[in-house]
């Protein structure tokens, strides 16, 4: 089984600022037919179920703000948001659908 | 609109069963794959129980392995998970999330159900 740990578990940043979370998989999630690495970012606010922000790595969901990128290959991925917004507090989980779905153990973005 | 509604959460005792179900509407249920994913008070994600749109391929995580069933009946536009001899550690929120046509990701989520194992 592809093991995904997320690195920091918390992290505290101030209104503007840059926000960086980190996964890294097991194994690699790329797929060598398509050259696409399986791995989703979600994001959980509290009493909220997740929501989808980033496939194949770096592709934006529909709706999701242009602060919200997502980079990376093989194993070791980042979802970067450019200028923290009150708003954007929450956990943040990633995901590979390389095989049979596996999340990060999450991690939890304050404000400073 | 998109939606996903699950139901048949509730306390039971240890050793006890119950069936969840995952109402879809607003898209064509019967084309996708379908997800459990649960979440214990506190904790992160965890995934359950995936089925394929025409119940061909079924996998579980292996902490549910052979106490957990899921099933769809595409006429009925629903989800369920039957789960047996249920231990304390399966408390959790319990969600149905649709699997993406495009990228296997999980694109649609319900609100999600509370199950609760305590004697």
Not at chain 2, 9 to 18: A, I, Q, R
Request: aromatic share 12%; proline share 3%; net charge neutral.
């Amino acid at each position: 089984d592809i093991v995904m740990t997320q690195s920091p578990d918390s992290l505290a940043v101030s209104l503007g600022e840059r926000a960086t979370i980190n996964c890294k998989s097991s194994q690699s999630v790329l797929y060598s037919s398509n050259n696409k690495n399986y791995l989703a970012w979600y994001q959980q606010k509290p009493g909220q179920p997740p929501k989808l922000l980033i496939y194949w790595a770096s592709t934006r969901e529909s709706g999701v703000p242009d602060r919200f990128s997502g980079s990376g290959s093989g194993t070791d991925f980042t979802l970067t948001i450019s200028s923290l917004q009150a708003e954007d507090v929450a956990v943040y989980y990633c995901q590979q659908y390389y095989s049979t779905p596996c999340f990060g153990q999450g991690t939890r973005l304050e404000i400073k | 609109e998109v939606q996903l509604v699950e139901s048949g959460g509730g306390l039971v005792k240890p050793g006890g069963s119950l069936r969840l179900s995952c109402a879809a509407s607003g898209f064509t249920f019967s084309s996708y794959s379908m997800n459990w994913v649960r979440q214990a008070p506190g904790k992160g994600l965890e995934w359950v129980s995936s089925i394929s749109s025409s119940s061909s391929y079924i996998y579980y995580a292996d902490s549910v392995k052979g106490r957990f069933t899921i099933s769809r009946d595409n006429a009925k536009n629903s989800l369920y998970l039957q789960m047996n001899s249920l231990r304390a550690e399966d408390t959790a929120v319990y969600y149905c999330a649709r699997q993406s046509l495009i990228h296997y990701g999980m694109d649609v989520w319900g609100q999600g159900t509370t199950v609760t194992v305590s004697s």
